[in-house]
């Protein structure tokens, strides 16, 4: 069974610190070894604990986690890498920081309470496998 404290260990392993790079590296491994909806649930509750035990809570954003790791797991559909490198490349988009910008507004949607605590969908555009 793959939880949040291995896929951390296995990111950090290669890594300096915990950037956005390894945030997409971790979302990238649990995706295709448990799935986008499993991987959901695993990313969301493993950030919302770190949160919690750093004492910053309100760090965990429900909308931020969930659409993240739905955008790595439609890569990850779309080719068949194994390797976190060649996967980047090919979708270096996924290292952009503000790629949820692009779907959502970024001062009210993501800023509000409603997507802080629970899902909101994209309001600017759609996600590409909704299309």
């Known amino acids: 069974m793959t939880t949040f404290p291995d896929l951390m260990n296995e990111v950090l392993a290669d890594a300096p610190r915990f950037g956005h790079r390894e945030h997409v590296h971790l ?3 649990a995706v295709r070894r448990c799935g986008v909806p499993a991987a959901i649930d695993l990313v969301s509750d493993g ?3 770190t949160a919690r035990y750093a004492g910053a809570p309100r760090k965990y954003h429900v909308t931020v986690s969930r659409a993240w790791v739905e955008l790595v797991g439609h890569h990850v559909t779309e080719t068949a890498e194994t390797d976190f490198d060649a996967f980047v490349r090919h ?3 996924l290292l952009d920081k ?5 779907f959502y507004r970024s001062t009210t949607t993501l800023a ?4 802080r605590t629970g ?4 309001d600017l555009a759609p ?5």
């Open 47 to 49: 950030i919302q604990r």
């Open 127 to 131: 996600f590409p496998w909704t299309r």
């Open 91 to 93: 979708h270096s988009a």
């Open 27 to 29: 979302t990238w491994l």
């Open 119 to 122: 899902w909101v969908g994209p």
């Open 112 to 115: 509000g309470e409603a997507a």
């Open 98 to 102: 503000r790629l949820l910008t692009r």
